[in-house]
C-alpha cells in the first residue's frame, strides 16, 4: 500500500523567492514518485517523475525534486518563484509496473506575491 | 495524440436523473483511471482498468456508480440516480505503468 503526505494546504512566497512544497511517502514497494500541477479549471499536468536511477530529477518550468529514501522525501523545489507558478500542486505515488494505481497527497495551493 | 479526451466538460442535471460521463483513453495506453476531485475530499481514485479489466473498485462510493471499459478506447462513468453529493469534476486518466495523462475533467452539478 501507499500513501503521500502534503503537510499545510497553502504556501505563499514572492516573485523570485525560493519555492520548496514537501512531500512525504509510504511504500510498501520502492516506488514511483512524481509532482502534477493543476492550474484553474484545469487537468492535471506532469512536472516530473521519479522511477529509477538519478535521485535528483528535473521537470517543466524549472521545477526539480529530489528523491531520498532514507528521508522517505520527494520535495518539489524552484530556485526563483514566477507568477505564473500559481496553482495547486500534487505529489503522487505508485508501485509502477503492473501496479500502477496513482494515490495522490491532498495538495498544495502555492500562491506567488508580486 | 490529442491526450485523454472527456465529454462532456460540464454537466448539469437534476436530482434523481442518470449522468453518464466519457473518456477516451490515449491510444497505446493500458490502464485508465477515474478520480473524482472536490473542495473536501481532494482527489479520490474511483477505479481503475488495466487492459479493460476493472483492478480496483474499491473506491466507487456506493451502487449508485458503476463503470465500463468495452474497448481499449472508450469507458463510461454512471450514477443513477444522481444526488446533490455527487458534485465534483470528475477526472479521467491512462497511464502506460509509469506517469498518468489526465483529461480536462467534466464539471458535474446535480441540483
Not at chain 1, 500513501?3 to 514511483?32: D, I, K
Not at chain 2, 448539469?12 to 483513453?25: A, N
Not at chain 2, 471499459?69 to 497511464?95: G, H, W
Request: charged share 15%; net charge neutral.
Amino acid at each position: 500500500a501507499q500513501s503521500v503526505t502534503q503537510l499545510g494546504s497553502h504556501v505563499s512566497v514572492s516573485e523570485g523567492a525560493l519555492v520548496l512544497l514537501r512531500c512525504n511517502y509510504s511504500s510498501s514497494v520502492p516506488p514511483y514518485l512524481f509532482w502534477y500541477v493543476q492550474y484553474p479549471n484545469q487537468g492535471l499536468q506532469l512536472l516530473l517523475k521519479y522511477t529509477t536511477g538519478a535521485t535528483l530529477v528535473k521537470g517543466i518550468n524549472g521545477f526539480e525534486a529530489e528523491f531520498k529514501k532514507s528521508e522517505t522525501s520527494f520535495h518539489l523545489t524552484k530556485p526563483s518563484a514566477h507568477m505564473s507558478d500559481a496553482a495547486e500542486y500534487f505529489c503522487a505515488v505508485s508501485g509502477g509496473g503492473a501496479n500502477s494505481k496513482l494515490t495522490f497527497g491532498k495538495g498544495i495551493t502555492l500562491s506567488v506575491r508580486p | 495524440d490529442a491526450g485523454v479526451i472527456q465529454s462532456p466538460r460540464h454537466e448539469v442535471t437534476e436530482m434523481g436523473q442518470e449522468v453518464t460521463l466519457r473518456c477516451k483513453p490515449i491510444s497505446g495506453h493500458n490502464s485508465l483511471f477515474w478520480y473524482r476531485q472536490t473542495m473536501m475530499r481532494g482527489l479520490e481514485l474511483l477505479i481503475y482498468f488495466n487492459n479493460n479489466v476493472p483492478i480496483d473498485d474499491s473506491g466507487m462510493p456506493e451502487d449508485r456508480f458503476s463503470a465500463k471499459m468495452p474497448n481499449a478506447s472508450f469507458s463510461t462513468l454512471k450514477i443513477q440516480p444522481s444526488e446533490p453529493r455527487d458534485s465534483a469534476v470528475y477526472f479521467c486518466a491512462s497511464s502506460t505503468n509509469t506517469e498518468a495523462f489526465f483529461g480536462q475533467g467534466t464539471r458535474l452539478t446535480v441540483v
